[in-house]
């Protein structure tokens, strides 16, 4: 079975560039998580949907970052615009429940000059 | 508050040599699910276990072995007989909440980075 899917692996723009990190969550999971991973901060968690529905994005950092699933096989990431500081790894993971375990994508890694 | 510590920064050991990474965890419920998470150099988080806080029985596979103990909120990961391959970063991680928009959060420490060394 695949697992978590996120597109692209590595992404580089410039400050000012509306960027999209794209994810595909496992194949019948109900949830679906998307977190930032940066030396400063650690894993923090953005949003997440239930049933792609929005349950909590209290740790979306600020009005530039917005986060849909249109449907249950794609979610996407948007930051626009997008700025220096928001350089991360983004990952992306999806669970069957809220108590089991949530299996990662590879990240995306965002460089933003 | 949810917390989770991971009071070692880094360790290195030597291949061969036992190695206890340590978790302190702080949530005010009395359910809950605790997590280990490996992360190699190649970037992607790999799960490793679950534990629910009605089961404080240890567990093993293989060379990894996890010890549970809700009286001093631990949760420590013990690899046996380190491998160059165990090399990574470990993450623990609290899952709380019965309830609310808090159900599905997962809490990471600060993960402890493991060099074994040859």
């Known amino acids: 079975d695949a697992g978590v899917i996120q597109s692209p692996r590595h992404e580089v723009t410039e400050m000012g560039q509306e960027v999209t990190l794209r994810c595909k969550p496992i194949s019948g999971h109900d949830y679906l998580f998307w977190y930032r991973q940066t030396m400063m901060r650690g894993l923090e968690l953005l949003i997440y949907?239930?049933?792609?529905?929005?349950?909590?994005d209290s740790g979306m950092p600020e009005d530039r970052f917005s986060a849909k699933m249109p449907n249950a096989s794609f979610s996407t990431l948007k930051i626009q615009p997008s700025e220096p500081r928001d350089s991360a790894v983004y990952f992306c993971?999806?669970?069957?429940?809220?108590?089991?375990?949530?299996?990662f994508g590879p990240g995306t890694r965002l460089t933003v000059l | 508050a949810q917390k989770v510590t991971q009071a070692q920064t880094e360790i290195s050991v030597v291949e061969k040599e036992d190695v206890t990474l340590d978790c302190v965890y702080e949530?005010?419920?009395?359910?809950?699910?605790l997590f280990w998470y490996k992360q190699p150099p190649s970037g992607e988080l790999v799960f490793l276990i679950r534990r629910n806080s009605f089961d404080e029985q240890n567990e093993i596979s293989g060379r990894y072995s996890w010890n549970f103990q809700k009286s001093t909120s631990s949760f420590n990961f013990t690899i046996t007989a380190s491998q160059v391959v165990d090399s990574a970063v470990y993450f623990c991680?609290?899952?709380w909440g019965a309830g609310g928009t808090s159900y599905g959060k997962l809490t990471f420490g600060q993960g402890t980075i493991l060099t074994v060394h040859p």
């Open positions: 991680a609290l899952r």
């Open positions: 949530t005010r419920d009395t359910t809950y699910y």
């Open positions: 949907f239930n049933n792609n529905v929005p349950i909590d």
């Open positions: 993971a999806s669970s069957t429940g809220s108590y089991n375990e949530q299996f």
